[in-house]
């Protein structure tokens, strides 16, 4: 698992400054932030806002997610370590606030840890109905049931598609239009299982019970039917290895070149 970092006072300091130098911000950055006392309120309090509506409200959605967070606080530690993966490999990210308050990919992936709690505690409905909000408001489909590890880097996020069987392990990249998909209408297992480290391009299509090695490189809009070594580059429809990786970890470096 990724070794988690207590981002919290530097996320209240920097939300603090950013509210003195933005008015007009100022009081979304105190509700969502200052005036939390700690990173797992805020973070119940924020996606209960996000996803609230006159079906179920935020308040009792807040509720709700303060009790998981009560039962799984590691989910907290899970979204802290998503927000570093974030600001170490993003360019576009100088600060904790930015993936914590605007962008869509951090938000769904927090929303489907709350979901995913829900899912295995035989509460499906609301699972359902919160990753149905997800795909309404984020243009991102990720099942409840699908499990993912920390330290999870989601850049742009429109049309990140994950299955209900499918598994991501830690440190893990994934970019715009990409797919973790079956391939037909069979049962049990029938979503890809992918290994820790791993970036996966944009428009990259992962479909049906294969694995991907630990430290692969997926190439922007190929179609991946069989399983992937570990610590190789594979590109092209249907994919091929093309090149074996001297880079262990491509979700951190974020370099999206082919080599070979």
């Not at 699972?127 to 149905?132: E, G, K, L, N």
């Not at 190929?222 to 249907?238: C, D, F, I, N």
Request: proline share 4%; net charge negative; charged share 15%.
């Amino acid at each position: 698992m990724t070794k988690i970092i207590d981002i919290w006072p530097e996320l209240y300091s920097q939300a603090e400054s950013l509210a003195e130098g933005e008015p007009l911000l100022a009081s979304y950055y105190h509700a969502s932030i200052i005036s939390h006392s700690n990173f797992g309120t805020a973070l119940a309090s924020h996606v209960a806002t996000k996803l609230g509506g006159s079906t179920v409200s935020a308040l009792m959605l807040k509720e709700v997610f303060a009790d998981i967070l009560h039962q799984n606080p590691e989910i907290a530690g899970y979204a802290m370590a998503d927000a570093v993966a974030y600001l170490e490999r993003d360019p576009a990210c100088d600060n904790y606030c930015r993936p914590f308050l605007f962008f869509k990919g951090f938000l769904a992936m927090q929303a489907q840890r709350f979901s995913h709690h829900l899912w295995q505690h035989d509460r499906k409905s609301l699972a359902r109905y919160m990753q149905h909000q997800v795909s309404m408001l984020c243009d991102v489909d990720i099942h409840p049931g699908a499990k993912i590890g920390s330290g999870i880097m989601i850049d742009h996020a429109t049309g990140l598609v994950i299955g209900e069987t499918a598994v991501v392990g830690n440190n893990v990249s994934l970019l715009h239009g990409v797919t973790l998909g079956g391939t037909g209408n069979e049962s049990g297992q029938r979503h890809p299982q992918v290994g820790s480290g791993v970036m996966i391009s944009s428009g990259a299509k992962i479909l049906g019970n294969i694995t991907i090695g630990e430290g692969a490189k997926i190439g922007a809009g190929s179609v991946v039917l069989e399983s992937v070594p570990p610590h190789v580059t594979v590109a092209g429809v249907p994919a091929k290895v093309i090149a074996k990786l001297t880079d262990l970890l491509p979700a951190l470096t974020m370099n999206q070149q082919i080599e070979g």
